[in-house]
């Protein structure tokens, strides 16, 4: 078995929504549903919350299964920060891999990151991403159409070969981070994609998708 622990990275300073992991959502937060989750999986070797502020660690306090990780307050500050510096706590991890969880979308359930710890055990690859089917048409900045390359077809269900990145979870190899600065080399299956259920990829990255996510999880109840 390889070793890997699992890990939720999160800061209050997010940019498009503000303070969006510990504001009101349905009776609770995106991170308290997050940390409840971190708090049963227990076929990782380590669960971990990775925070700076101390607003964050005192909710992680609540859940006797889950670790605080120290971040630097540099790797939670507005904006996007490199990748040696927002990650460097990877290091500290006591774990050959590790398996980071967003918080921000609160609908995937433990049974998906249980199926993933089991491939990622079962296979080899250097990284892993969560993905998803799709037929959306996307086209580059140039305007030049990437996946639908067919003037005759009009839909988006005809060709639902493409997988997009969900960034529900990753699975990165600490030695790599270490050596190279880098989690992935992004080319053929690196980082490797692995299918998850679309009714549990409700991201949350802008006021629309809190409201949308809020709904469904009101109304769906995911029990984990």
Not at 139 to 153: Q, S
Request: hydrophobic residues 40%; contains cysteine.
């Amino acid at each position: 078995m390889k070793s890997i622990s699992v890990v939720s990275n999160a800061r209050l300073q997010s940019t498009r929504v503000p303070r969006k992991l510990v504001r009101p959502f349905a009776g609770t937060s995106l991170l308290e549903i997050a940390l409840a989750k971190l708090d049963r999986m227990d076929f990782f070797d380590g669960r971990y919350l990775a925070v700076a502020e101390e607003e964050l660690k005192s909710l992680a306090r609540k859940f006797r299964n889950v670790e605080i990780l120290h971040r630097d307050a540099a790797a939670v500050k507005q904006g996007v920060n490199p990748q040696t510096v927002t990650f460097a706590h990877y290091l500290d991890i006591p774990s050959d891999y590790v398996f980071a969880f967003n918080p921000c979308l609160p609908c995937v359930s433990i049974e998906t990151i249980r199926k993933a710890y089991d491939y990622f055990q079962s296979t080899d690859f250097p990284s892993y991403m969560a993905g998803m089917q799709t037929g959306d048409w996307i086209f580059d900045a140039d305007g030049n159409p990437l996946t639908n390359t067919d003037a005759g077809n009009v839909t988006t269900n005809k060709n639902r070969a493409f997988m997009k990145a969900t960034h529900a979870f990753y699975i990165v190899s600490k030695k790599r981070y270490r050596d190279t600065g880098k989690l992935w080399s992004l080319t053929r299956n690196d980082p490797h994609l692995i299918p998850m259920p679309e009714h549990e990829a409700v991201d949350v990255d802008t006021e629309t998708e809190f409201a949308v996510a809020e709904g469904f999880w009101k109304h769906h109840q995911p029990n984990g």
